[in-house]
């Protein structure tokens, strides 16, 4: 089974972020793998130990990115695929998915995994967008994939608890649920091995595809945080009916 995934690079969890126009100031922050991708990567890599193949994985990004790459190899990944790219981060779904769906269509291949969604922007839109521009079937929030011949039988989890129990043919594009399994870590072996493997290098110029924006963030910002403390006087059964109505009208919790 050849599998692709889908990985991306985003500010470390514990960096201070300081907000530049629409964007954070990168230059002086750590970068890691997407938590979530990181759980497609090792879903991957499973079914590869299980039904054999190769892994390849796909990353869109500056230079920087290369770091995550080089990660994904030292875990198991057999070869990688680097689309060059400096303004990635003001790029909306859309635009992400047609670069990763034009770098795709380029490979033969058997299954699309991706993380549910980023920690930077979260729009959780990717998986569903390539699945769109590939067309094909679609699958989110995964909790468990068996493989059978020329289909997977899936796990996605549902609301209150509830999961639902599908299947999918061949090829498919599946979005990945964080926690599905235990994430490994690179071994020494595997980061040595990693430096021989090859990471491809391309351009949204040479994978022939042109993005117009869709959508555009016009701010960031860090909520404000406030305090408001209200006595309320009167008799118990007086304050019990204004503690009600604000609850009611104005919390609107009740």
Request: some cysteine; overall charge neutral; glycine content about 8%.
């Amino acid at each position: 089974m050849n599998i692709i995934v889908c990985i991306k690079q985003v500010p470390a969890k514990d960096a201070p972020l300081t907000i530049a126009g629409n964007w954070i100031k990168e230059s002086d922050i750590g970068f890691e793998m997407n938590e979530p991708d990181s759980y497609a990567l090792e879903e991957a890599l499973r079914l590869k130990e299980k039904h054999g193949g190769e892994v390849v994985v796909l990353s869109l990004g500056p230079e920087r990115v290369k770091q995550t790459i080089k990660e994904a190899l030292a875990k198991g990944a057999d070869r990688a695929i680097h689309i060059a790219n400096d303004n990635f981060a003001q790029l909306d779904p859309l635009g992400a998915a047609t670069y990763l769906s034009a770098a795709i269509k380029k490979e033969k291949f058997d299954l699309v995994l991706t993380g549910l969604q980023s920690d930077d922007h979260g729009f959780g839109q990717t998986g569903v967008l390539l699945a769109g521009l590939l067309d094909l079937p679609h699958a989110t929030i995964i909790m468990a994939i068996e493989a059978q011949e020329g289909k997977l039988r899936l796990k996605r989890e549902l609301e209150a608890g509830w999961f639902q129990h599908i299947e999918c043919p061949l090829p498919a594009v599946l979005s990945i649920q964080s926690g599905i399994n235990k994430v490994r870590y690179a071994t020494l072996k595997g980061i040595m091995a990693a430096k021989k493997k090859e990471i491809a290098a391309t351009t949204p110029e040479s994978l022939g595809v042109s993005v117009q924006p869709t959508q555009r963030v016009e701010k960031i910002y860090v909520p404000t945080k406030t305090k408001k403390t209200e006595f309320l006087t009167g008799t118990p059964k007086e304050a019990a009916t204004k503690l009600v109505e604000k609850l009611k009208f104005e919390a609107r919790v009740i």
